[in-house]
């Protein structure tokens, strides 16, 4: 059991380019997420979805995409990167209890992201 | 709007001697609240959380958490602290009235550090 996994560790880009990051979990959860995490500010929420095919914005969605086509997959597009996207990226999953409010997030091991 | 504030970017403390990480939240209605560690270059791991009933959560690591409500706090604790508690904690709430994204609301993160 793999838990939640992300690909790369490590990036950098250049203004403009975009890219991909990837995650992965083996849990069957039907609950995924994508945070930001920025210096002295926590964790922010990008996007989430609740379930393959549903997909929803979070927090600070400007300059991001993402698709859920299977419950194991959850990637996270760059459209054109910017430096303001400078950051650790880390996404979660949790099962879908009926009220969902006291699911536990777990989260995989980031994504490092510098853009020129 | 739900918030989490913890107050001290920084705690240090000599191994051995009791330490306690603090966090005050506001949401609407009940709260659902969360402490994660983060551990140099990896993800966050789930320490414990609190949903309803007993005041005092017991999680992994020896840490444990007291809610009081009057107070809207969840304060992280442990009765005595190992130089490898050293790391970034993090406290979160997700309110029920929550409106379905079902995100946490992170804080800002303490620094806490064990000195041998």
């Known amino acids: 059991n793999a838990g939640v996994t992300q690909t790369p560790k490590f990036q950098v880009l250049k203004t403009g380019q975009s890219m991909t990051l990837q995650c992965a979990q083996d849990m069957n959860h039907e609950y995924m997420s994508w945070y930001r995490q920025d210096p002295g500010m926590g964790l922010r929420l990008i996007h989430y979805s609740v379930g393959a095919g549903i997909t929803d914005q979070g927090e600070v969605p400007n300059g991001y995409n993402v698709s859920r086509s299977t419950t194991e997959d959850f990637p996270l597009r760059l459209l054109s990167a910017a430096p303001s996207q400078t950051s650790v990226y880390f996404c979660a999953s949790s099962y879908s209890s009926a009220s969902g409010y006291a699911d536990t997030q777990y989260f995989g091991p980031g994504t490092r992201l510098t853009v020129l | 709007a739900q918030s989490v504030a913890q107050p001290e970017d920084q705690v240090n403390v000599a191994e051995g001697n009791p330490l306690t990480v603090k966090c005050t939240y506001s949401v609407s209605g009940n709260p659902y609240l969360f402490w994660y560690v983060q551990y140099p270059n990896r993800g966050l791991q789930f320490l414990l959380k609190?949903?309803?009933?007993?005041?005092l959560v017991k999680g992994s690591y020896g840490f444990e958490a007291e809610f009081n409500k009057s107070q809207t706090s969840f304060h992280l604790k442990k009765p005595s602290a190992l130089v490898s508690d050293s790391a970034l904690y993090f406290c979160?709430?997700?309110?029920?009235?929550?409106?379905?994204?079902?995100?946490?609301?992170f804080g800002s993160g303490t620094r806490l550090q064990v000195q041998p």
């Open positions: 979160a709430v997700r309110g029920k009235r929550d409106t379905g994204r079902r995100a946490l609301t």
């Open positions: 609190y949903i309803t009933g007993d005041n």
